[in-house]
Structure formats: C-alpha cells, structure tokens
C-alpha cells in the first residue's frame, strides 16, 4: 500500500480571486477525482484552520493506493492533470511524501 501525502501553500490571490475561494475550489477539484480515478483507495483533503506562518501549509492531501502502479496512473491521469494544471497557477509551493506500507 502507497501513502500520497501533498501539502501545498497557496498565494494570497490570483485573477483577482482571494485566497480563501482558491482553497475551496482547489480542495472541490482534488475531492472530485475520488469518483473519477479506479486507483485511488481514499483520498482526504485537509484545510489548514489553525496554523499560521511560514512554515504552515494551507492544504493537504492525503491519499491511498494500491502499489507503485496505481499510484503513477493516478499521476498520469487525464482528470488528475487537469488539477494539475489549475494548481499550477495558484499554488506557491508543494511538498510530497509517498510512503510505502
């Protein structure tokens, strides 16, 4: 089993949307590919409430999957590179972890 935790921290606006309406659509986008990838066992979308500062993200991601496999057609998916690249203009900075286990 494969373990696909994200964390991304988003700007403060962009085209002139503000930050919180980015978080929601982006978490919306990400909780959507549930019904949409066969590969994904779970997937939970985390906002950040709490936390502040420069080393706090505002969102997670934390997903399962069956192997190695599964996790790169997930990667490569049509629906998951669509969020892929609306996340591209929005998001200031990305980490991962893929833990096997």
């Excluded at 085209?15 to 549930?34: A, Y």
């Excluded at 994904?40 to 936390?51: H, R």
């Excluded at 892929?84 to 096997?100: G, H, L, N, S, Y």
Aim: aromatic share 6%.
């Amino acid at each position: 089993m494969i373990q696909h935790i994200v964390q991304w921290k988003i700007k403060e606006e962009f085209n002139g949307v503000p930050k919180e309406r980015l978080i929601q659509e982006f978490r919306t986008r990400l909780e959507s590919l549930k019904t949409e990838i066969d590969e994904i066992n779970s997937l939970t979308v985390f906002i950040n409430s709490l936390a502040d500062g420069p080393q706090s993200s505002d969102l997670c991601l934390i997903s399962t999957h069956e192997n190695l496999d599964a996790l790169h057609t997930y990667a490569n998916h049509p629906k998951h590179l669509e969020v892929v690249a609306f996340a591209k203009d929005i998001v200031v900075e990305r980490r991962v972890v893929d833990a096997e286990w």
